[in-house]
Structures are given as structure tokens and as C-alpha cells.
């Protein structure tokens, strides 16, 4: 949600609050963001970030989302046009994301909005709340926002779809094992990656898959820690499609070891809908004194693919636009204390992001995990900086006379806005919203549940979101 929106209509007293106001409020959202991903991660892994987006995302959509369209209704500042265009903009994103998945850009997409937005809250937070603070009048803050964007290489978006765990007495003793996910629609003609990881097995040798010199799948290659393996060709494997028939497993030539501490997987492309599981022959070698536990990731193509020279244009855009940054920061360090304080907390957020993947066994990919990161950060900043907003202007000013013809809508708004109805509504909002991402996530619900709570599926509102928060800048309303 964009912070712009909150109680849009208070008025505003000319003061400048110390430095100490806005970083209160940081490292609040800071602490606040750490203990909600602990906590998520202690109870349900990495599947736990991913229900907490959706949960507390929710009510960020919707609320978001009431505010923007009150302009609407009134017509302001050109909005029913603006409304329009970026209507079309999120469904042409939307088209393009279900053909092409192109999560990785999304990830930057909304980096950008939240990015912009955590800067505009620390400027309306120091400024006491006027009506707009302008993100880009602090030096530097363009090319930073960038340089951050740019960082990520190709293979930083992967993201995982599915993860299953399962221990060495799960598997079959007969060679070939099968391992179940929740069905992924739509799958037919996608490019997926699997791998299979046994973590904190850094020189055991209790296991091993198999693989084949010969290309027996030309949609694909075996990966040993994310990279080509020249050893072979293939890894001997089967996906599993809901409802179908186990077709004829095969044997390969080549010993793969599973244990170890390093990822096993192969790149393929589904040949049907409904993807929900891979066969794989995973076989005893040495005898351990302990269990073994895997993981099973599902994970996305990388991005788009792209050329070399882009790959080189990226690095050289890195560099010059990080010799900016810093010109900016140390030319005048005393002028531009508030970009110091942005980087600051950027690079506070992302050790914190590390901390967090160092207590989980199953960390999969760094990048989509900072992202959730970020996104969590942003939800609770919101919270954090509405509340500090709403305290500071308790008093909103009543509707002008011309909005009476929208009442309606204007008077639900005025509602909204008394600091004891907005918490109210929101502890709502996300209590309906956890009921049911728990019932999709825990309790098996419908799957026609995916479109509101899957995480993949939440993506699209997100999208949605962002989009919606480039606005025309309002036109004053005349109280007089």
C-alpha cells in the first residue's frame, strides 16, 4: 500500500520532528519485521515466509487499493484516466507473467515500489506529515535505488515453487521413489528445475541417484550445485503428472552421490498439466549412524533469457552508477546524512535476511528470500509509519462540500480513518486473511483456494498493487 494514502484529508502543523522520530520508527519495523520471519520460519520453514506474505499482504492490496480508488470517485487530478491506463498496464503484466513467468522482474518491480516508498516514509515521518514529500530531492537517492535493482545476477531470481521433505525411511527400498508436491497448474510447456539436497551431510556418503552419458532428454541437463556437470548428460528421472499412469523407468550408467551438502537436479520441460511429483531412483551406499533428511525443490526457469553483452552492459552499469553513489556520499557527507541513513538501513535489512537463512536447513535461493525480506519490512513500515501519522494528526478536517456527491464513499473513508477503526479494521482484515492462506496452506482447502492464497497466485496481486501506486500527484481541494 502506498504510504501516500493514509488519512489523506489531516491536517497538517508546520514542525520538523528530530532525526531520532524516523529512526525510531525504522528500527521498530526493523525488529518487528525480524521477529514475524523468525517466528514464521520457526513454525513452518520457508513455506512460513510465503504464508506470511499473503496474510499480511492482503489487507496492504486492499486498504491500498480503497484509498487510490476514493480519487477515483471524485475525480481527481486526471485519475479516472490514470485509473484506465494502469488498469491495462497490470493486465498486460499479468498476460506476459502467465506466458513467461517473469517473476524475477517482478521481484524488482515491486524492490522499486518499496524501495521509493521507505524513503517517502522516512521524509513524511522527519517532515511531520506534509501533503507529498518529493523521494528524489535527496542527492543520490536515483542511482542508489538502481545500483540496488542492478545487483542481482540472472540466476539471483530463481525461486523455489515447490519444496518437500522427506527422511531416508521414506524412501523405497526398491530403487525408484516417488516425491509428491502440491500439483502445479498450468505446467504444461514450462521450463522447471529440480533438485534434491541433503543438508548437514558435509562427508557422508550414505546415498546416491543415477545418471546417463547419453542426452536422453534434450529439454534439459543435469546440475550439480546449481552449475553443468560434465560427468553426464542427464539425471535418470520421471515427472509425475496428477491422474496419469507410471510409464517405464529406465537405469543410468553413471553414480550420482545425494549426500554430501551439495544439490543433485536437472532442468526439464513439463509435457502436461498438473505437475505433482518426480520418480527418482535414490539407492543406500555407505551405512550411516544417523538419518538422513532431503529436501525436494521445484524451482523456476532463472529470468529471460538474454545475451552475454547484456550480462557485460549490467556490470558496467554497476560500476558507474556505485562511483555516483559514492561522489554523492562523500563529496558532502553533512548534506546528505538522510542517503547514508537509506543505504544504512538497506544494508542492515539484508544482514538481517542472512541471519535469518543461516537458521533455516532448506534456504534455498538467497535473492527471492530478501525479497520476501523487503516485502514483510514494507507491510509493517506501513503499520508503523500510520500509526505515527494518525498520531500526530488526530483531527481530520470534514468533507468539502463538493465531494457530498460521492458521500457515500467519502463518508465509509471518514470512517475508516479514526485511529481506533483503522487498527480495528486492519486486525481484521488480516485475521479473515490468515484463515485462509491456513486453510489452503495447512488444512488442504479447495484448490480453487491457489487464486487468492497460493503465494505464486499472490504475485499477480502484488503486481496489481504496485501498479497502482504510480498516480497522478492530487490537485488540492478548496476548503474554502
Same mark, same amino acid.
Given at each position: ?163 518437500? %521433505? ?24 514450462? %521450463?522447471?528445475?529440480?533438485?534434491? %539436497? ?136 553533512? *548534506?546528505?546524512? *538522510? ?14 535476511? *542472512? ?16 525479497? *520476501? ?108
Amino acid at each position: 500500500m502506498s504510504s501516500v494514502s493514509v488519512a489523506e484529508n489531516l491536517s497538517v502543523p508546520p514542525m520538523q520532528a528530530p532525526l531520532s522520530v524516523p529512526l525510531r520508527n525504522i528500527s521498530l519495523t526493523l525488529a518487528l519485521t525480524v521477529a514475524t520471519l523468525s517466528v514464521a520460519g520457526l513454525l513452518a520453514r520457508e513455506q512460513g515466509y510465503e504464508m506470511v506474505i499473503v496474510t499480511m499482504g492482503w489487507p496492504h492490496v486492499i486498504l491500498g487499493f480503497i484509498f487510490f480508488f476514493g480519487k477515483v470517485v471524485r475525480g481527481e487530478a486526471s485519475m479516472r484516466r490514470a485509473f484506465a491506463m494502469l488498469g491495462l498496464l497490470t493486465l498486460a503484466i499479468w498476460i506476459v507473467h502467465y506466458n513467461y513467468a517473469i517473476t524475477g522482474l517482478i521481484y524488482l518491480y515491486f524492490l522499486y515500489h518499496a524501495f521509493r516508498d521507505e524513503i517517502f516514509v522516512f521524509l513524511q515521518t522527519r517532515a511531520r506529515h506534509p501533503p507529498r514529500s518529493n523521494v528524489f530531492a535527496i542527492a543520490g537517492v536515483a542511482p542508489a535505488i538502481l545500483l540496488m535493482l542492478l545487483l542481482p545476477q540472472q540466476k539471483s531470481f530463481r525461486h523455489d515453487l515447490r519444496r518437500t %521433505e522427506f527422511t531416508d525411511a521414506q524412501v523405497a527400498r526398491a530403487g525408484w521413489s516417488l516425491i509428491p508436491f502440491k500439483a502445479v497448474p498450468n505446467s504444461r510447456g514450462r %521450463e522447471f528445475y529440480f533438485y534434491l %539436497e541433503a543438508p548437514h551431510t558435509a562427508g557422508v556418503r550414505a546415498f546416491t541417484t543415477q545418471a546417463t552419458t547419453t542426452d536422453t532428454r534434450s529439454d534439459g541437463a543435469v546440475l550439480v550445485n546449481d552449475r553443468r556437470w560434465p560427468q553426464a548428460a542427464d539425471l535418470v528421472f520421471l515427472p509425475h503428472y496428477a491422474g496419469s499412469a507410471l510409464a517405464s523407468l529406465t537405469t543410468g550408467d553413471v553414480p550420482v552421490l545425494l549426500t554430501g551438502g551439495h544439490r543433485v537436479g536437472q532442468t526439464f520441460r513439463a509435457e502436461q498439466d498438473n505437475l505433482d511429483g518426480i520418480w527418482m531412483p535414490i539407492n543406500p551406499l555407505e551405512a550411516s549412524n544417523s538419518s538422513t533428511n532431503f529436501v525436494l525443490h521445484l524451482a523456476s526457469p532463472p529470468l529471460l533469457p538474454f545475451p552475454g553483452w547484456l550480462e557485460e552492459l549490467r556490470l558496467l552499469l554497476v560500476v558507474l552508477l556505485a562511483a555516483v553513489v559514492l561522489w554523492k556520499l562523500l563529496v558532502r557527507p553533512k *548534506q546528505n546524512t *538522510q542517503l547514508w541513513i537509506c543505504l544504512v538501513v538497506v544494508v542492515v535489512g539484508l544482514y538481517g535476511t *542472512q541471519a535469518i537463512l543461516k537458521s533455516s536447513n532448506n534456504a534455498g535461493y538467497h535473492f527471492p528470500l530478501i525479497f *520476501q525480506f523487503v516485502v514483510v519490512f514494507h507491510y509493517w513500515s506501513w503499520y508503523v509509519f500510520s500509526f505515527d501519522k494518525l498520531r500526530a494528526l488526530p483531527q481530520p478536517k470534514p468533507i468539502p462540500p463538493r465531494t457530498l456527491a460521492v458521500g457515500w464513499y467519502d463518508r465509509a473513508l471518514a470512517r475508516l480513518r479514526p485511529a481506533r477503526n483503522f487498527w480495528l479494521t486492519v486486525i481484521m482484515l488480516n485475521l479473515i486473511s490468515a484463515a485462509g492462506v491456513f486453510w489452503y496452506y495447512k488444512l488442504g482447502g479447495p484448490l480453487a483456494l491457489r487464486f487468492g492464497f497460493d503465494y505464486n497466485y499472490f504475485l499477480y496481486f502484488l503486481v496489481f498493487h504496485v501498479t497502482f501506486s504510480f498516480s497522478p500527484k492530487p490537485r488540492a481541494i478548496s476548503t474554502g
